[in-house]
């Protein structure tokens, strides 16, 4: 493992992309560290970060569950402060870009409002962002980025009429909504069923490759963040680090036939190895 | 595009070969049959309508003393709801009070807790005490039982929604009087209408018992005033009045529950299926 003792991740040079030290970086996080306080004690749950997302990338971060991904994305989307280090959306805080409406975020659950449907879901994070908004202007966007994700028809279905995978489409059309230039998504694919897990990879490719955002997409599907990512980041635990970056060479755009290239079984071997090992180092 | 398979999946059961029994027809089918074991026990062993009248007996009464008791259930009516009205008004105003002044709720909360645990049917006496015979002792002992279940039941709602959707309003700006508002308090209406269920039943329970307690009017008092005449036919009538009035309560809170909240997980299954 390429980690000493101290805890200081080496990444080795080789996986280092040359991208990340010439465009300057949308998202960037330098020396984070988060302590959680449980039960009055004090634990660390993710030390010495350094992440720097280009701009207009796709990004994965990848690791074993509990190991602190979805921690991460919330320091890089503002809702946990870190304990040390900081982080710029855009060159500023990540609050205030959220505020801003930099940063639109997608959890693992929809979390739709089951008393409105789905093109006021869609809406309801843009209205409550913008009091100012035209109610008319706000559902015009939402209707858009409905059709965006492919739910055109469905905008007056409630929440209980929709699938998890249609759902999980008006979730990210909310997030869409506001415009964000960034897009922070916490396993968004990860209560669906494999068919459906596909269908929305494909999605938010689509999604990406047309609206040209900056994504970090935390996952533990290995195949999804090969498929998906220009680059993954796995993270290790006790505490969460990133253990290694990993640039994945498959040609743009991402076709049926990327899954097939032999750069995909390369990469897939090597996350393979990369988070067993890091299952078995499992912290006491 | 995610068509997935649930038509086929539908289409490929067979046809019901027989209609099941509605519940409604079986419910109503076991109360005949429970009526009839009655009447035909009281004749059989012969038992003294002072003791247990016969159902036949329990109709005759309800017959001949309609108008006293249509006037009785009106008062006891009028008592249930306005007790479940201002129950409700507590029960609401004591969990918002909860939610959105954390602290004070945090220090609020056990007090009602313990006050819960008074026997509510014990203030029954004192309320009379304070307030007369009038309908205020009972009002107020409806509100002291029924606004529990109310204040429970919000606070589990208001309480109940998703973190990382809170998580989703703050980091767009909103501040806890807007999530509270326009998110926790529609989010917990489905949590609202099942104590106000509860507390319909228990408003009836409180207003009988304030009426034993002193009155001089209600169904109560028609009970307690019929055990003092040795009219237990006339107890039974009074009681199946009772029955029915917060049977008929209790509907109107489920038929105010399936307008207002008709997207509860409750009706979710159905809807579906729809």
């Known amino acids: 493992m390429q980690v000493a003792a101290s805890g200081v991740p080496v990444v080795p040079a080789a996986d280092i992309p040359a991208a990340t030290n010439a465009a300057p970086a949308h998202i960037e996080a330098r020396k984070i560290a988060v302590d959680f306080h449980l039960e009055g004690r004090r634990q660390r749950v993710l030390s010495e970060i350094d992440l720097a997302v280009p701009k207009g990338s796709l990004v994965s971060l990848i690791g074993p569950s509990g190991c602190g991904k979805s921690t991460l994305l919330k320091v890089l989307a503002g809702l946990i402060p870190p304990t040390e280090g900081r982080v710029s959306v855009e060159g500023i805080e990540p609050q205030a ?90 396993e968004p694919f990860g209560a669906l069923d494999a068919i459906t897990r596909e269908e929305m990879s494909r999605c938010l490719l689509d999604i990406w490759e047309r609206t040209g955002k900056t994504i970090v997409l935390v996952t533990h599907s290995i195949d999804e963040a090969i498929f998906l990512s220009g680059e993954v980041h796995v993270m290790g635990r006790g505490p969460a680090r990133i253990i290694e970056t990993l640039s994945i060479t498959l040609a743009q755009p991402r076709t049926e036939d990327s899954f097939t290239d032999p750069a995909f079984k390369t990469a897939q071997k090597r996350l393979r190895s990369l988070l067993i090992e890091s299952h078995q180092r499992r912290p006491a | 595009m995610s068509q997935i398979v649930p038509d086929a999946a539908a289409s490929a059961r067979p046809p019901a070969a027989r209609r099941p029994v509605p519940d409604m027809v079986l419910a109503l089918g076991l109360m005949a049959a429970v009526i009839l074991v009655w009447e035909l026990a009281i004749r059989l062993f012969n038992v003294s309508p002072f003791v247990l009248p016969a159902p036949t007996a329990v109709i005759r009464s309800l017959i001949a003393s309609r108008a006293r008791l249509a006037g009785a259930a009106q008062a006891t009516a009028i008592e249930v709801v306005l ?62 039982i029924a606004f529990f279940p109310v204040a429970i039941d919000m606070l589990a709602g208001l309480q109940s929604v998703e973190p990382s959707f809170v998580a989703l309003m703050q980091s767009v700006g909103a501040g806890q009087g807007k999530i509270l508002l326009r998110v926790r308090i529609p989010h917990s209406l489905p949590h609202l209408m099942a104590g106000l269920k509860v507390a319909i039943t228990f408003s009836v329970i409180g207003a009988i018992v304030g009426e034993f307690a002193g009155a001089s009017q209600g169904l109560g008092y028609v009970i307690q005033f019929a055990s003092t005449q040795l009219d237990t036919p006339l107890i039974f009538a009074a009681l199946v009045v009772v029955s029915v009035l917060g049977l008929a309560f209790y509907y109107v809170v489920e038929l105010a529950e399936r307008l207002l909240v008709p997207w509860a997980p409750k009706y979710e299954i159905r809807q579906r299926a729809a």
């Open chain 1, 97 to 186: 870009a959220a505020k801003r409406r930099i940063i639109g975020l997608v959890f693992q659950d929809a979390t739709l409002l089951p008393w409105k449907n789905a093109i006021e879901n869609a809406a309801f994070l843009l209205m409550t962002a913008d009091a100012s908004i035209a109610k008319s202007d706000a559902f015009a966007r939402a209707a858009a980025m409905l059709k965006l994700v492919g739910l055109d028809g469905a905008e007056r279905k409630m929440p209980s009429q929709l699938s998890g995978g249609m759902r999980q489409r008006v979730a990210i059309a909310r997030a869409l909504a506001l415009d964000p230039r960034v897009l922070l998504m916490d």
């Open chain 2, 83 to 144: 007790g479940f009205v201002f129950a409700s008004i507590t029960g609401i105003t004591v969990a918002l009070v909860i939610v959105r002044f954390e602290r004070f709720g945090r220090a609020l909360y056990p007090l009602i807790v313990l006050f819960q645990n008074v026997p509510k049917v014990a203030l029954a006496p004192i309320f009379i005490l304070w307030f007369g015979f009038d309908l205020a002792p009972k009002i107020l002992l409806i509100v002291v």
